[in-house]
C-alpha cells in the first residue's frame, strides 16, 4: 500500500503499516553460512572495501585503539596543563584546532567499540556466529 500524506483523509479504520526495524542484512559467518543478522547484531563494518589494510573491527581491537586514542588525547590536555602553568597561552591559539580534529577518532572510536560490544551481546543471545564480511 503506498503512503499517504498526512493531511490526505483516511478510510475509517485504516492503521498504517510500521516499517520493518528488524530488516535482516545477510552475511556469512565466521562456518562459512549465510546467516541474517539484524542492524544492532551486526555490529561495526566487517569488510575492507578494498584496501590494502584490514580493519580492525573486533571489539578487543576497537578497546584497544579507543584506549589507545583516550591515552593520547589526555595528553594533549596535559600539554593545555603545562601550557597555563608556564604561561604559555599563546601556543594554544595557534594550536587549538588540532584538539577538535582529536576529538573526532575519540567519539568514533568509544562508539565503535560500544556498537560491536553490544552486538556481540545480541549474537551471543541468539547464538549466532560472528559475520565475516
Request: positive net charge; aromatic residues 12%.
Amino acid at each position: 500500500m503506498a503512503r499517504r500524506s498526512k493531511d490526505v483523509p483516511q478510510d475509517p479504520g485504516y492503521v498504517p503499516s510500521e516499517p520493518s526495524a528488524e530488516q535482516l542484512i545477510y552475511r556469512q559467518a565466521e562456518n562459512g553460512e549465510m546467516v541474517g543478522y539484524t542492524r544492532a547484531e551486526y555490529g561495526v563494518r566487517k569488510d575492507d572495501r578494498g584496501s590494502l589494510v584490514k580493519p580492525v573491527n573486533s571489539s578487543g581491537g576497537l578497546l584497544f585503539l579507543a584506549i589507545l586514542i583516550s591515552i593520547f588525547f589526555g595528553g594533549m590536555l596535559y600539554g593545555i596543563l603545562q601550557m597555563a602553568l608556564t604561561d604559555q597561552w599563546h601556543i594554544l591559539g595557534e594550536v587549538w584546532w588540532m584538539y577538535l580534529l582529536v576529538l573526532i577518532p575519540l567519539f568514533a572510536g568509544w562508539s565503535g567499540y560500544f556498537r560491536e560490544r553490544r552486538a556481540e551481546k545480541l549474537r551471543k543471545a541468539r547464538n549466532l556466529p560472528r559475520p565475516v564480511d
